[in-house]
């Protein structure tokens, strides 16, 4: 799941009520996104006033 969101996040809730899939879900210190839900728009990350949704790099599978 590249979207992610940080501790930086002052829930607000913008991300939630942006979300049109309805991925994200309020959790018990911030939202959370569910990455089955995700079409990954990135629109929570725009949405959001503090820059506390980030995309994050998939690593790479190195291995073999």
Known sequence: MPYIVTSSC???GACVSGCENNAIE???SHPYID???CI???IC???CPVEAIIFVEEPSDSTG
């Open 26 to 28: 309020e959790g018990e």
């Open 10 to 12: 002052i829930e607000c």
């Open 45 to 47: 990350a725009s949405n």
């Open 40 to 42: 990954e728009c990135g």
């Open 35 to 37: 990455a089955n839900i």
